[in-house]
């Protein structure tokens, strides 16, 4: 069988759709009650008698050229080889990954693409028995174009990777065996409006789908739902049939399998009603209540069922009263994140399965919002979103970004008309699709493809056909400013307090709800500040709430190669982003990062007032549900539990219950710990803290100071069972001992034997601009130098039962001599304990200082880690609220957190203490004396950490290498939204001290 299968639709800037049917809702047909009833939504495309899916193996060839395509294809000479499909060519061997943020990869020129583009050809048979039926192909993602044919005739053509096509091919089939051919082509005119921040994949990835309907069917239906003044709900079902002969349509509505109402009208083909159901008594749906009911929807002919539906819906309404959004009469918030579809071994191909882990992972994360960047999902995650109780930002699989970023002419397709038809194309083509899920809140027009005017037609558009609010971010940088909401990414915590608060800002933000559709970019170790935004979201009643960049980490996954994830450019692409695609809160398999921890409690449903004495007042910010947990706290006095105690809330939406605990207050560091449970499940956590006064002064009880001998260049400290022993050439201590254990590590990789000062961190992912300043002043090269004194005696003195030396330092890097000047105090006791104190007497003008501390590297033996401050995971000081106060044992190969790019990731703050010892005990203890610190403890230095590209790269070394920071910057989330907040921060360094008793274990 042959097919001339070769045109120019692909490259054809009046083509973008031919023979295309007209847009309709997902929903599957059934022959009988008893089939529909053993399917719910996972299951029942794949078990419909009047549904096949032609998913699974198919006939593949691919050509790299498009010129490389035979006019004429003989599929019974053409060497196919076998793929699965759903599947990417990137994924199956036929291409190498390719990733870009922004820019397209081929050089643009819209609307002009390379013709000479790569070109896969699909072949596979079915079986047709009846051609007195109706029949559909529905391709529900095919990544670019796909022109189609049926044997051995041309159907039809259609691109927008994410967006259903359906055909029509009853005037093609034959009774028995039939051939499907489908060409897809790697790009089209089309592309241009596909420049998402991915992996660029091809190929057919979602299911293909065969409708076997009889001549009389429901071709589509949409479902209106309208509340009325008495609170009741009308609810209008609208029908599309096609019909050739007179039929009775039916809609029926259940509540489970309780009936709710059943109507049924007569309809021919020259007349289509509607059924209404009036003041109908129902439970609406919300996130926290995802109430459905079934509706069924039926074509009877002559008594005899022609065919049966089943949508599940809900009932709701929204409307924007003033600046105000309100989801069935109240001030809902949107605490949300964006989702790809992303696998890391099967790319754009996620299984039902993987679908509903995600849908999951957002309600056990507090997650109440998903905005499905940038494109449409397959239908059953709306599915699966509308059962567990998900509001759904809906995108179109519009963005142009590239024509900024390479053309540097935003307006490229956004301000050409021409490109209108595209537009809209894929905005009504994602309405109808997915206009009856109950969980879409608002409708996006796409997402960074700039300008307005395109956006424009298609907001006027599809105003006509919905109530439900429509956004775009990309306005609010023109003179448009907003559609139905102001829509932002990224906007700083200040800005967003000053929206939220009401004044501060021009009027213009005050006018309509304000959202952010992208915000607290949870890069690696981060997003830093997220409770400022979430305080400031649940404190204005104009906020809506926003959407966390973003939900998974996308990267390549290799079962048995050298790497387990590759990024951008590890495939070998002539341009790519790196890795800014593993930019999310969970890693590719879906293990949580420290960041969806965090987010996880940020969002938590109830927070705490606390008042006089052990009162507490705990919020229920849920707005349609009550708080009803159980409540275990721990009271802790320097880390150790010294209560505790369970009690039960009960707190209705938006209220508030007040407990009072009975609580024996003792000196020292108090925090009460609270962990809500819903049965067994952990909702989140919160901390109430209140820190004891730092101690400033350490007494010992030693009477008589260690004996001090001298050499030329040393000073040698001898106390009971040790010495300690310092170089005043180098100013280094190149040895620190007791009972024959030794301390120091006596070959350091990070340059500096003993105690060295640090102000570098190995850059985290949201370092990724603010690290040029570090690269200006080549910061990873830093060396502690010593300005050399006169003589030893003029280092060291005997000062009352300890000896001081002192000693001055500047830190010089390979660009910058004198990065700032350091001042360092050794204070040895006889009993072995060490006061070391470092301050920064001079420093240079360091725009995001990373850190100043102390360092130590230790020998490796001493690997076991015990510290007082905030864990057990990786923190910082914007971004902590996942971490609770208390004490902590771990190794120090797990104090860091194993992210596909090495960073800096074994941070932990507001600690007291820490301890590093053997597996006999025996060690280090380390107390601040100063303020609480930044500690951290590596098997390698932050350099090598550095200059890791992956995590396997990064090997441990024959040292423990510790910081205690007095400052640390913040992690921000500057790889995308703003730097850390000036709290956590800084540009100079003088005056920052830290000082550490070092006391043996």
């Known amino acids: 069988m042959k097919f001339k299968i070769k045109n120019d639709n692909y490259k054809n800037f009046d083509v973008f759709k031919d023979n295309v049917l007209t847009p309709r809702s997902y929903f599957i047909p059934f022959s009988s009650p008893e089939e529909m009833g053993k399917t719910d939504i996972r299951t029942e495309r794949y078990s419909s008698s009047m549904v096949e899916v032609l998913s699974g193996e198919w006939d593949f060839a691919y050509y790299k050229k498009e010129s490389e395509l035979p006019s004429e294809l003989d599929i019974d000479k053409t060497d196919f080889d076998k793929v699965s499909v759903p599947s990417v060519w990137q994924h199956t061997g036929y291409e190498k990954p390719y990733y870009l943020n922004s820019r397209y990869p081929f050089k643009p020129n819209p609307p002009e693409i390379p013709v000479d583009c790569p070109v896969g050809v699909y072949h596979r048979t079915f079986n047709i028995d009846d051609l007195n039926k109706n029949y559909i192909i529905s391709f529900l993602g095919v990544a670019g174009g796909l022109d189609v044919f049926v044997n051995e005739k041309y159907v039809g053509y259609s691109e927008g990777s994410h967006n259903t096509a359906e055909f029509e091919l009853d005037e093609f089939l034959v009774e028995g065996e039939n051939h499907l051919v489908v060409v897809n082509h790697k790009w089209t005119n089309g592309t241009y409006l596909e420049c998402q921040d991915m992996f660029r994949d091809n190929g057919i990835f979602r299911d293909v789908l065969l409708f076997k309907n009889n001549k009389n069917s429901v071709y589509d239906f949409e479902v209106k739902t309208k509340f009325n003044t008495d609170l009741t709900y009308d609810l209008t079902v609208l029908p599309s049939l096609k019909l050739v002969d007179e039929c009775e349509f039916s809609a029926t509505l259940f509540d489970g399998n309780e009936l709710v109402s059943s109507k049924s009208v007569n309809v021919d083909s020259k007349q289509i009603d509607k059924i209404v159901f009036s003041s109908l008594d129902v439970k609406e749906w919300s996130a926290e209540e995802p109430n459905l009911y079934t509706l069924i929807v039926s074509l009877s002919k002559g008594g005899e069922i022609v065919e049966l539906i089943r949508r599940p819906i809900g009932f709701k309404h929204i409307k924007i009263i003033g600046n105000v959004f309100t989801f069935n009469n109240k001030n809902i918030k949107l605490l949300g994140v964006n989702h790809h579809d992303t696998n890391p071994k099967t790319g754009y191909v996620m299984t039902v399965e993987d679908m509903e882990k995600d849908v999951k992972i957002f ?337 010992n009880t030693e009477k008589d100071a260690p004996v001090v001998e001298t050499s030329e260049k040393r000073i040698y400290i001898y106390f009971n069972g040790g010495e300690f022993v310092f170089d005043t050439a180098s100013g280094e201590v190149i040895s620190y001992k007791k009972n024959g254990r030794e301390y120091i590590n006596a070959a350091p990789f990070g340059g500096t034997k003993g105690f060295g000062i640090s102000v570098y961190r190995a850059p985290i992912d949201n370092d990724l601009n603010i690290k040029r300043i570090w690269k200006a002043f080549a910061l990873d090269t830093e060396k502690l130098l010593v300005k050399k004194p006169k003589a030893v005696t003029d280092v060291f003195k005997t000062e009352g039962n300890r000896v001081v030396i002192t000693s001055n330092y500047f830190v ?100 007291r203490w820490a301890k590093l010892t053997d597996d006999d005990g025996n060690g280090l203890m380390f107390l601040s004396l100063n303020g609480r610190m930044t500690f951290s403890a590596d098997h390698y230095t932050s350099q090598q950490c550095a200059k890791a590209q992956h995590i396997e790269e990064l090997q441990e070394c024959n040292t423990t290498f510790l910081h205690f920071d007095s400052y640390h910057l913040g992690v921000g989330s500057n790889a995308c939204g703003p730097t850390p907040t000036k709290d956590y921060k800084k540009s100079k360094l003088t005056g920052e001290k830290i000082t550490l008793l070092v006391t043996p274990q």
Request: a negative charge; proline letters at 4%.
């Open 363 to 699: 309600k056990e994360y507090n997650v109440n919002c998903v905005r499905t960047s940038h494109y449409p999902p397959d239908p059953i995650f709306l599915d699966l979103c509308d059962e567990y109780g998900v509001y759904v930002v809906d995108e179109a699989d519009i963005e142009s970004h590239g024509c900024e970023v390479e053309l540097h002419k935003p307006g490229a397709c956004s301000h050409n008309e021409a490109w209108q038809p595209r537009y809209w194309d894929r905005v009504y083509r994602m309405f109808q699709r997915d206009k009856n899920h109950a969980g879409i809140t608002m409708w996006s027009l796409g997402n960074e493809a700039h300008g307005y005017l395109n956006q424009d037609y298609c907001y006027e558009q599809l105003k006509k056909l919905t109530d439900i609010p429509i956004h775009y971010e990309g306005v609010v940088r023109t003179r448009r400013w907003a559609y139905d909401v102001i829509s932002m990414m990224y906007p700083w915590q200040k800005q967003v307090n000053k929206i939220a608060n009401g004044s501060g800002l021009p009027k213009k933000f005050y006018t309509k709800p304000f959202y952010m559709c992208e915000y607290a970019h949870a890069m690696g170790v981060g997003a830093g500040g997220l409770e400022d935004y979430v305080q400031a979201i649940l404190r204005g009643n104009n906020m809506m709430g926003g959407c966390i960049w973003e939900f998974a980490d996308h990267a390549i996954y290799h079962e048995n190669g050298p790497i387990k994830y590759t990024y951008g450019g590890d495939h070998g692409e002539n341009k790519h982003d790196s890795n800014f695609c593993v930019d999310g809160l969970f890693f590719p398999d879906r293990t949580p990062h420290s960041g969806a921890l965090q987010m996880k409690n940020c969002y938590r449903p109830v927070r705490i007032v606390k008042h006089n004495g052990d009162s507490f007042e705990f919020h229920n910010y849920k707005c349609f549900t009550k708080a009803d947990y159980t409540v275990k706290w721990n009271y802790l006095v320097d880390g150790n539990v010294a209560q505790n105690g369970e009690f039960t809330l009960d707190i209705e939406p938006r209220s508030h219950q007040t407990v009072e605990l009975d609580i024996e207050h003792a000196k020292g560091d108090e925090a009460i710990v609270f962990t809500y449970l819903d049965g067994d499940f952990e909702v989140a956590s919160e901390q109430i803290v209140n820190f004891a006064d730092d101690v400033k002064v350490y007494e």
């Open 812 to 911: 010089s890097t390979v660009k910058k001599k004198n990065v700032c000047n350091v001042a360092v105090t050794y204070e040895v006791y006889n009993d072995g304990a060490v006061k070391v104190s470092a301050e920064c007497t001079k420093s240079k003008n360091l725009i995001f200082a990373p850190r100043f501390g102390l360092t130590l590297e230790m020998p490796k033996v001493y690997s076991n880690v015990e510290y007082y401050g905030m864990g057990d995971s990786v923190n910082a000081p914007d971004f902590c609220e996942h971490a609770m106060l208390g004490i902590y044992k771990t190794k120090v190969a797990d104090m860091h957190e194993e992210y596909i790019k090495p960073q800096e990731s074994s941070m932990r703050s507001g600690v």
